[in-house]
T-cell receptor, first 116, second 114 residues
Framework: GAVVSQHPSWVICKSGTSVKIECRSL??????MFWYRQFPKQSLMLMAT?????????EQGVEKDKFLINHASLTLSTLTVTSAHPEDSSFYIC????????????FGPGTRLTVL | AQSVTQPDIHITVSEGASLELRCNYS??????LFWYVQSPGQGLQLLLK??????LVQGIKGFEAEFKRSQSSFNLRKPSVHWSDAAEYFC????????????FGTGTLLAVQP
């Protein structure tokens, strides 16, 4: 199946700094990418949806100025957590889809963010 | 509102025993349903999906799921569980809209004992 990578796999940063997470579709063109947040022992919560070349669509309650999403190409999307705080510590997962709604979403392995 | 419920947070089965993971959905139209598995350190992997047609869907790794509209259910089954099946399993429904996003259940953690 299609492969989606994330980098870094884990990151530790100080409170107040910004962290960028990359999501790449390695063998297909992703017209749509999704960013999720997963708390321990909980489900995936969709944060935002991004289409290549367009502004991301954020879910209700997600601060767009804090979680900056860029989808500059068909194979790369980035999530930047700005002015990170300890409560932003979580597991961030991206997924990518090549076509329309019924097409399979392929998930990255996730990025563990710890804010000290 | 669309939602997915997985009633069982944690299930333990013996290796070789049969498995059924429950999933109930709430969706106004015909649902597009998915089962994903998440293993530690790996991304979610699609096990199977249901869009239309035969209500019994076959997936990878010997899994199958049955769509029952009358019960709003899409339960995942496997006749004989292997130790490597220990993982977290998520049921999801496709929410048609501007972004065509997946709505996930809370997951079921499967433990397999020897």
């Amino acid at each position: 199946g299609a492969v989606v990578s994330q980098h870094p796999s884990w990151v530790i940063c100080k409170s107040g700094t910004s962290v960028k997470i990359e999501c790449r579709s390695l063998d297909f063109q992703a017209t749509t990418m999704f960013w999720y947040r997963q708390f321990p022992k909980q489900s995936l919560m969709l944060m935002a949806t991004s289409n290549e070349g367009s502004k991301a669509t954020y879910e209700q309650g997600v601060e767009k100025d804090k979680f900056l999403i860029n989808h500059a190409s068909l194979t790369l999307s980035t999530l930047t957590v700005t002015s990170a705080h300890p409560e932003d510590s979580s597991f961030y997962i991206c997924s990518a889809r090549s076509g329309q709604g019924t097409d399979t979403q392929y998930f990255g392995p996730g990025t563990r963010l710890t804010v000290l | 509102a669309q939602s997915v419920t997985q009633p069982d947070i944690h299930i333990t089965v013996s290796e070789g025993a049969s498995l059924e993971l429950r999933c109930n959905y709430s969706y106004g139209a015909t649902p597009y349903l998915f089962w994903y598995v998440q293993s530690p350190g790996q991304g979610l992997q699609l096990l199977l999906k249901y869009f239309s047609g035969d209500t019994l869907v076959q997936g990878i790794k010997g899994f199958e799921a049955e769509f029952k509209r009358s019960q709003s259910s899409f339960n995942l089954r496997k006749p004989s569980v292997h130790w490597s099946d220990a993982a977290e399993y998520f049921c999801a429904v496709l929410d048609w809209g501007a972004t065509n996003k997946l709505i996930f259940g809370t997951g079921t953690l499967l433990a397999v004992q020897p």
